[in-house]
């Protein structure tokens, strides 16, 4: 029966249904506003779970499709469809948002509704971005999802907040810009807006450059590469902590999805051709930005830094054209949803006790604050790579397919896993190890059972894929070898 509903459409539409709903109500009846966000976000994460239990794993294309006229003058459709690449990023999407709702429950306290309400209909249009087969639909979600990030951190961010989401819209605007330019070309081509059309469209090589580099610096600023990366610590500084939470564990993955969806299947004679650079500033990312970490001060910084790092595993793996480096890649970036969502609610249930990101003003929180000091130990070592944790697979294999490329790339990135372990326990020692530092660090409340619930949910997910992963590469590993296939055999 669930087979003849259109689950992703419900997926779309119920949370920005959900979301209108709660800015009309508006803030009368806050603790009923927190309900009905968790009620449609509970109801998302329903609809989309058919999505994996009733998934093929044997077949590489699109399921789950649909499939209706929408503007018949531009032949551009609403074409809806998943396969093993986006189906797990439509579940790690639904999955994080009833997390950050419920998170939201007692940190915010100022315009509830509107809070909440962002982030349901921001669940809506990065689903939507996830699932779009039509160009046209694509890329409206890709620039939809400017408007409520933008309202979150300039609305409950912190003091800086406008500077930050000037800077965070600007820089993805440009990259918005270009990949419109490029849908115009693609559309002035084929006729038409579906991303299997310009997948079959024969294209010479300088063509395909232009393209590559165009399609390259709109998805290099989303996750981002250096040295396009400077707006990401800005914006996670000032972003309240629902905010950095999604911003880190997807909104930065649009960025590889990208790669996936247009870079890799519609120019693969110039993806192959410019992979050195690519990977070259990947590896940059990997090492230099790590180092980076490790000066941080402000605990939302070196998260931010460390997400830079770990993201530069996803392009690295994306761009070795073999199908363990990019099922490595996608691993690496459900893992780091995970961890990285893990990592900033940390920082949030500190930053609510003591209004204060600076690791100076820490020290002996675990004398206080023990259970909070465990699960917080475990979410670092899963984000130093900890073998048994979600962060050891998508690293690993990513290290792993390197060496089958090059000796050098693969020892290069793996200095990562050094540096990781230093800024990631460094930054740990100073906050929770120690003697109390303060009066107010003395007074220090333990996890409560909400915070208790969303991070030991989040420990169970990082635990479980480290332990066991293969649920995730069996659903993906078709598409990969499908879209690898497409790759290796060029348009030339």
Request: contains cysteine; charged residues 10%.
């Amino acid at each position: 029966m669930l087979s003849n509903l259109p689950l992703l459409s419900l997926a779309i539409w119920l949370p920005v249904l959900g979301g209108v709903g709660l800015l009309v109500s508006g803030d009368l009846l806050v603790t009923r506003a927190r309900w009905l966000a968790l009620g449609f976000a509970l109801l998302t994460l329903a609809v989309t779970l058919p999505l994996y239990c009733q998934f093929d794993s044997t077949f590489a294309g699109m399921q789950f499709e649909e499939f209706r006229p929408w503007i018949s003058a531009l032949n551009a459709n609403y074409h809806l469809g998943v396969d093993g690449i986006a189906m797990p990023l439509v579940l790690l999407t639904s999955a994080m948002t009833v997390l950050v709702v419920i998170a939201a429950w007692s940190s915010v306290q100022q315009q509830v509704a509107k809070y909440l309400a962002s982030f349901l209909i921001m669940e809506g249009i990065m689903i939507g971005l996830f699932s779009s087969q039509d160009g046209l639909l694509f890329y409206m979600f890709w620039e939809a999802m400017l408007i409520p990030m933008f309202l979150i951190i300039g609305i409950w961010g912190g003091a800086n907040r406008v500077y930050a989401t000037i800077k965070f819209f600007l820089y993805t605007f440009l990259g918005s810009v270009l990949l419109l330019i490029c849908l115009i070309y693609l559309y002035l081509q084929t006729g038409s807006f579906a991303l299997a059309d310009y997948h079959a469209l024969a294209l010479d090589l300088p063509t395909q450059r232009l393209l590559f580099i165009a399609f390259f610096i709109a998805f290099a600023v989303k996750i981002p590469m250096w040295p396009v990366h400077t707006w990401l610590p800005d914006a996670h500084v000032e972003a309240p902590t629902g905010g950095s939470v999604i911003l880190a564990a997807i909104m930065l993955k649009m960025g590889g999805y990208g790669f996936l969806r247009w870079n890799l299947p519609i120019t693969p004679d110039a993806s192959q051709d410019l992979a050195g650079v690519v990977i070259l500033l990947s590896l940059i990312a990997i090492v230099y930005i790590g180092a980076v970490a490790l000066v941080q001060q402000d605990m939302k910084k070196l998260i931010a830094y460390s997400s830079i790092s770990h993201m530069g595993f996803v392009t690295l793996g994306l761009f070795l054209f073999s199908v363990q480096g990019v099922e490595a890649a996608m691993a690496q970036m459900v893992s780091h949803g995970f961890i990285s969502g893990a990592l900033f609610l940390c920082i949030g249930v500190l930053y609510d006790r003591m209004h204060s990101r600076e690791i100076s003003d820490y020290g002996g929180v675990a004398n206080t604050m023990p259970v909070f000091a465990a699960l917080m130990m475990f979410f670092a070592l899963a984000n130093a790579g900890l073998p048994g944790t979600s962060g050891f697979i998508g690293e690993f294999l990513v290290i792993l397919a390197a060496f089958k490329v090059s000796f050098w790339y693969a020892t290069i990135a793996a200095t990562s896993l050094v540096l990781g372990a230093a800024y990631t326990l460094w930054m740990y020692k100073r906050v929770l190890f120690g003697e109390v530092a303060s009066d107010k660090v003395a007074v220090l409340k333990d996890l409560h059972w909400r915070e208790s619930l969303v991070l030991g949910l989040l420990a169970v997910a990082v635990l479980g894929m480290g332990l066991y992963p293969n649920p995730l590469f069996e659903v993906m590993h078709q598409s990969v070898e499908s879209l690898m296939t497409h790759v290796s055999t060029g348009k030339l």
